[in-house]
C-alpha cells in the first residue's frame, strides 16, 4: 500500500442508499472496495491533509462523497448530479445481467464478448466520473473504475 497522503484508507456505502444485491453484485462491491484500498490515488484539490475516508451515498437523486481525514474529521462533501451517470449506469447493468447469465451456461467465445462490452461500458462510466470530479478530486483510472462499480451498487436496487 502507497504511504502517499493522496490516498483513500476507508470506503464506506451509506447503507440506506442500496439494497442488498444478488451474491454477484455484492461480490463486486466487496472487490471493488477492497482493491480500491490496496491501490488508489485520491488527491483533493485544494487540499493536503491526507490520507482519506470516504462516505458514499445518493441523497435527493444526487451523488455524495463525504470525504473525511484520516481520523474521521470532515473535510469536504461534494455533491454531484446523477444526470450524466444514468445511461451508462443502466447500460452496464444490462449487459452485467447478460455476462451473469452466460458465465452459467455459454461458450467461453460467447462470455470473452460479452465481457469486453461491460469492460468497454465500465471504461465510459470511469471517464464520465472522473470528467465530473475534474476540480475537485483528482484521481487515476483505476481508482475512477473502482469508485464507478461503487456507484453503480449504490443504484443496485435488487
Same mark, same amino acid.
Request: aromatic letters at 8%; hydrophobic letters at 35%.
Given at each position: 500500500?502507497?504511504?502517499? !497522503?493522496? #490516498?483513500?484508507? @476507508?470506503? $464506506?456505502?451509506?447503507?440506506?442508499?442500496?439494497? #442488498?444485491?444478488? !451474491?454477484?453484485?455484492?461480490?463486486?462491491?466487496?472487490?471493488?472496495?477492497?482493491?480500491?484500498? $490496496?491501490?488508489?490515488?485520491?488527491?483533493?484539490?485544494?487540499?493536503?491533509?491526507?490520507?482519506?475516508?470516504?462516505?458514499?451515498?445518493?441523497?435527493?437523486?444526487?451523488?455524495?462523497?463525504?470525504?473525511?481525514? %484520516?481520523?474521521?474529521?470532515?473535510?469536504? /462533501?461534494?455533491?454531484?448530479?446523477?444526470? !450524466?451517470?444514468? #445511461?451508462?449506469?443502466?447500460?452496464?447493468?444490462?449487459?452485467? %445481467?447478460?455476462?451473469?447469465?452466460?458465465?452459467? /451456461?455459454?461458450? !467461453?467465445?460467447?462470455? $470473452? @464478448?460479452?465481457?469486453?462490452?461491460?469492460?468497454?461500458?465500465?471504461? $465510459?462510466?470511469?471517464?464520465?466520473? /472522473?470528467?465530473?470530479?475534474?476540480?475537485?478530486?483528482?484521481?487515476?483510472?483505476?481508482?475512477?473504475?473502482?469508485?464507478? /462499480?461503487?456507484?453503480?451498487?449504490?443504484?443496485?436496487?435488487?
Amino acid at each position: 500500500m502507497s504511504a502517499s !497522503p493522496n #490516498r483513500l484508507v @476507508a470506503v $464506506e456505502l451509506d447503507e440506506e442508499s442500496i439494497g #442488498r444485491g444478488s !451474491p454477484d453484485i455484492e461480490h463486486e462491491r466487496a472487490v471493488a472496495i477492497y482493491d480500491l484500498l $490496496e491501490e488508489n490515488h485520491f488527491a483533493l484539490n485544494g487540499h493536503d491533509s491526507g490520507p482519506y475516508q470516504l462516505r458514499l451515498s445518493i441523497q435527493e437523486k444526487r451523488l455524495v462523497f463525504d470525504i473525511r481525514d %484520516e481520523a474521521g474529521g470532515p473535510v469536504v /462533501t461534494h455533491i454531484l448530479s446523477l444526470t !450524466p451517470f444514468r #445511461r451508462i449506469v443502466k447500460d452496464y447493468f444490462l449487459v452485467c %445481467e447478460s455476462y451473469y447469465q452466460m458465465i452459467r /451456461t455459454a461458450s !467461453p467465445s460467447r462470455i $470473452e @464478448a460479452v465481457d469486453m462490452g461491460r469492460r468497454g461500458i465500465h471504461n $465510459e462510466g470511469s471517464r464520465i466520473l /472522473t470528467e465530473r470530479l475534474e476540480g475537485k478530486i483528482d484521481v487515476d483510472f483505476d481508482t475512477a473504475r473502482r469508485l464507478f /462499480t461503487l456507484i453503480c451498487v449504490l443504484h443496485w436496487k435488487g
